[in-house]
């Protein structure tokens, strides 16, 4: 099943300039541009996936398409990747229009605050207003979730998903710790070295490099994974990271109250970045929410090897929204 759905399922890939800056968009489905459809055959609803850092949406095209294989193909399914974190290929166009709002830039755009208004001026640019939609959330893209429900009320999101969220205290937890003194502190170190190491290096050696290592995970992708060894791309995750050790730390109690019956929280057991004590947390404040903990013991990383148990998962938590838009058509 899983290597028909890698076959089957058309994925479209695009760089757009959002936010003056240049940003990969995966599609999953035969819809590439929404406003070009006409209003009689165009999706009602659009499935968004926000990745977590690093945001090599890439990663994400699996699920992507095991979700939309889950859904029967009913609506399109999108990634999209953080500002700053995917470079287009030489040979790629990137589309803008010059009347484009996307084409201003925003300030500290590879910032938390920045990635989160990337997210909305996408949203806003590229989806119809009467467009339905569904948020799946990743890790920090929980907390993007969160802040586009805060800051967007207008828009029409009916679900959100938020799959291993750190949501709160991120420097605290065990990973955390390692990671704040390294992103916070040492993180020019970490940004010269990548530069010394990896500037030099051919594109065929980083290419030869991340199949080696793609091949040793057992994993495929049909996109470009330069990205994953340009110090440019790393350094903004690096920044992100640093942001989100400073910035994460107090979950938004109002935002979630305000829109709990929208969310589904999805918590795991072996999570480093996101440990059981959150869940039961939640648990505590929230008893009439749909807090989940992992069961099968996936892993935060679930795109590398679970990504097919996630997509079932999702499609079932969607059955009774997606059976709302189905008979309202």
């Not at 590229?126 to 969160?146: A, D, N, R």
């Not at 800051?151 to 605290?172: N, V």
């Not at 993180?187 to 594109?203: D, F, Q």
């Not at 749909?290 to 996936?298: G, T």
């Amino acid at each position: 099943m899983e290597s028909e759905v890698k076959e089957e399922v058309p994925v479209h890939e695009e760089f757009i300039l959002c936010g003056g800056v240049e940003t990969q968009v995966l599609k999953c489905g035969p819809w590439t541009d929404l406003f070009k459809d006409p209003s009689a055959t165009r999706p009602k609803l659009l499935i968004f996936i926000i990745t977590g850092n690093p945001g090599f949406s890439m990663f994400y095209v699996p699920f992507a398409k095991a979700l939309y294989s889950a859904i029967n193909r009913r609506f399109p399914v999108w990634v999209i990747s953080h500002a700053g974190q995917v470079v287009a290929p030489k040979d790629k166009k990137i589309l803008a229009t010059p009347d484009d709002p996307n084409a201003q830039e925003i300030k500290d755009i590879y910032g938390l605050s920045g990635q989160i208004e990337h997210k909305l001026a996408f949203l806003r640019t590229h989806v119809p207003k009467e467009t339905k939609l569904v948020l799946i959330g990743h890790s920090i893209g929980s907390y993007i979730c969160l802040q586009i429900l805060k800051h967007a009320p207008e828009m029409p999101i009916i679900r959100a998903c938020l799959l291993f969220p750190t949501i709160e205290r991120m420097s605290e937890t065990p990973n955390g710790r390692i990671a704040t003194p390294l992103l916070c502190w040492l993180r020019y170190a970490l940004y010269a070295s990548s530069y010394l190491l990896l500037k030099p290096c051919p594109e065929t050696v980083k290419s030869w490099l991340i199949r080696m290592v793609l091949q040793r995970m057992n994993l495929q992708s049909e996109h470009s994974l330069l990205s994953l060894l340009e110090p440019f791309c790393l350094a903004n995750a690096a920044y992100l990271g640093g942001q989100e050790m400073m910035q994460v730390v107090k979950r938004d109690n109002e935002t979630i109250k305000e829109h709990l019956s929208k969310l589904t929280f999805y918590y795991g057991t072996i999570d480093r970045w996101c440990p059981t004590q959150y869940y039961e947390d939640m648990k505590k404040d929230f008893p009439e929410g749909d807090i989940r903990l992992c069961e099968k013991k996936i892993p935060h990383a679930f795109v590398l090897y679970s990504h097919q148990d996630m997509a079932d998962m999702v499609a079932d938590w969607l059955k009774d929204d997606l059976a709302k838009i189905d008979a309202a058509e």
